[in-house]
């Protein structure tokens, strides 16, 4: 399957906050940490890694509002109406972490790497092809961004 035409839009569950990806993205992951299983409430999260420049709100900026984690270094972003975790800026990374499942088609975006492998739920697969057990060091995200970009589309 090849990628969708740009730019790939979202929202939240209700509708308020909208946004749209204008730039490829970089990769896609699932994360299994406790904390993100608890956001969702599911056994991963799942993210597209976008370039900061290439995110943005079309819609309902003002109904965006911290979530989960109060701290710098995550910052979860959530509808204030409906509570959605729609994306998440981490002070420093390369990329915002937008919820793959709050784009307006998920399905093209299987997760290519997943992390904290050490706390997922021993039933739970993906078809990431590669695994770590906790994040990768921010310097080994350039060598992933590369393969995901080469990868058969």
Request: a negative charge; one cysteine or more; hydrophobic letters at 40%.
């Amino acid at each position: 399957m090849s990628d969708p035409a740009l730019p790939i839009e979202g929202s939240c569950r209700c509708g308020r906050v909208r946004f749209a990806i204008t730039a490829p993205p970089l990769l896609t992951m699932a994360c299994h940490c406790t904390g993100c299983r608890k956001m969702t409430a599911s056994a991963f999260s799942l993210s597209v890694a976008v370039p900061p420049e290439g995110f943005e709100i079309i819609a309902g900026e003002g109904d965006i509002v911290i979530g989960g984690l109060h701290d710098d270094q995550l910052q979860h972003q959530h509808c204030d109406w409906c509570k959605s975790w729609v994306f998440t800026r981490i002070p420093g990374a390369p990329f915002v972490n937008v919820r793959s499942t709050m784009l307006d088609d998920p399905a093209p975006w299987e997760p290519f790497i997943e992390t904290q492998t050490a706390e997922k739920l021993a039933w739970v697969t993906t078809p990431a092809r590669h695994r770590f057990e906790r994040f990768p060091p921010m310097e080994d995200f350039a060598a992933l961004i590369a393969e995901y970009q080469g990868r058969p589309r």
